[in-house]
């Protein structure tokens, strides 16, 4: 195995204050050695600032990076919202999703992103009908990730119905259905994990699938040592028409189906009761929030602070990217959290930083998230003399970091022990922003730069 050694300026090692002079040596894919307060060897690469574990993105829908922008204007709502995002997901083909996710990945990487859980839902052609490979999506998303050095969990979505209903999918969301929860387990038996890929389950709500398959679907992950997401209550409407249907609230019906448990995560779960936050926390089933997408569509402001109080993890996701910068989705659940309370100081800056690395690693089934010998070699370090940053060095720098830093301060990510960004510069991508502008008028059916 290739040896790589680095050399931390400061490294968050857990705990409420950074460590100086930490010495990272990699064997491999794995950390083997930290040793802090050493000084720098000649041969070791020089990470300045903070180097933090690598950030996990926990909830990613890769091809809404191309309705960045194009929702904005005039009111309207999340319903209103997802029109736009069909008419994007019934036009993208493999080739024009690999370019999208590819470039959308590489923006993650260079916002400091080393693993993502990308809830995928788009399996079929524009009619409905599967590919020769019926994972031919599936296989192109999960590339485009690795091609970009990330780690991917393709978290697989069971969705059948249209509505709580039952109502059938028509349209593009044909593109999304499997036909029936057996045709769906047939497919992603067929899904394996590799080298930076593992395989999820979800089941994208209880509008998607019926109550009858929503157990089904849970115990085949857990047979499968799979983790299981899954959207919850992220509007109103949601749980009025489960509550209609069912009697229930949707984390009542999802409890009773066995898919709330420690190795499952509840994306938004914004609009819960007080019992719904406890069979949450009792079962420690772990909580994705994703405060700029919540924003944006005007969703709410999730329970967070009681959610984590009783025993729910937290962890962050970057959803329909209306941005990417996991460090904005991470103090927007302490800052939320004072705008609907009026009061300051709800979590640590030792609380926010685990549900952006440890935690959300777990979620989507990665050993990583933890600067220790043992552990997968994925960290990140964030410059300290940005105009954001600068002064940290004098202060509370992990504060500081949390509470000001932007995607745009990340300088170096590793993965697996290899570099991908190196002071700012992603290894595969010379112009970024360039690939994303095409990649995005691609998806829109519009030219791309310089064409007519």
Not at 55 to 65: D, E, G, I, P, Y
Not at 80 to 92: I, P, S
Request: contains cysteine; negative net charge; glycine residues 10%.
């Amino acid at each position: 195995m290739t040896i790589t050694t680095y050399h931390a300026e400061l490294a968050w090692l857990g705990g409420p204050t950074p460590t100086p002079n930490v010495l990272i040596q990699c064997d491999g894919e794995r950390i083997s050695k930290v040793m802090p307060n050493v000084e720098a060897p000649a041969f070791a690469k020089h990470l300045p600032g903070l180097t933090l574990p690598g950030l996990a993105n926990t909830h990613s829908h890769v091809f809404h990076r191309a309705i960045r922008g194009h929702t904005q204007s005039g009111a309207g709502d999340f319903w209103a919202w997802r029109e736009r995002m069909y008419d994007v997901a019934g036009r993208l083909d493999p080739d024009s999703l690999y370019a999208l996710a590819h470039a959308t990945y590489v923006e993650m990487a260079l916002a400091g992103i080393t693993s993502v859980g990308e809830f995928h839902y788009l399996h079929h052609d524009p009619s409905g009908s599967r590919y020769a490979d019926p994972n031919l999506l599936g296989r192109t998303v999960a590339q485009a990730a690795v091609d970009a050095g990330l780690r991917i969990t393709l978290l697989d979505a069971c969705y059948l119905t249209a509505d709580v209903a039952g109502s059938p999918l028509t349209g593009v969301q044909r593109r999304f259905d499997d036909g029936s929860w057996e045709s769906w387990r047939d497919r992603v038996a067929q899904l394996i994990d590799a080298d930076h890929v593992r395989i999820g389950a979800a089941i994208h709500s209880v509008r998607a699938v019926p109550r009858d398959a929503l157990a089904s679907v849970a115990s085949y992950a857990a047979e499968r040592g799979m983790p299981l997401h899954f959207h919850l209550s992220e509007q109103p409407a949601e749980n009025a028409a489960c509550l209609d249907a069912h009697g229930v609230t949707p984390t009542q019906l999802l409890h009773a189906a066995g898919a709330l448990r420690a190795d499952a995560t509840a994306v938004h779960a914004t609009h819960l009761t007080d019992a719904d936050i406890e069979l949450l926390g009792a079962t420690h089933t772990s909580i994705s929030m994703c405060a700029t997408t919540e924003r944006d569509l005007a969703d709410g402001v999730g329970p967070a602070v009681r959610l984590l109080a009783a025993g729910a993890p937290l962890c962050v996701g970057s959803d329909g990217h209306m941005m990417i910068d996991l460090l904005e989705e991470t103090r927007a659940i302490e800052l939320d959290e004072r705008l609907v309370t009026g009061k300051r100081g709800h979590l640590s800056v030792e609380q926010l930083l685990t549900a952006v690395t440890s935690t959300g690693a777990k979620s989507i089934g990665w050993d990583a998230g933890v600067i220790e010998a043992g552990r997968l070699a994925d960290f990140t370090s964030v410059r300290l003399d940005s105009v954001r940053t600068a002064g940290s060095r004098s202060g509370d720098v992990l504060a500081q970091v949390v509470f000001a830093a932007t995607g745009s301060d990340i300088t170096d990510v590793i993965v697996g022990g290899r570099s991908i960004v190196s002071a700012g510069a992603h290894f595969s991508s010379e112009h970024p922003g360039g690939a994303l502008d095409d990649a995005v008028a691609r998806a829109l059916g519009r030219p791309a730069r310089g064409q007519a």
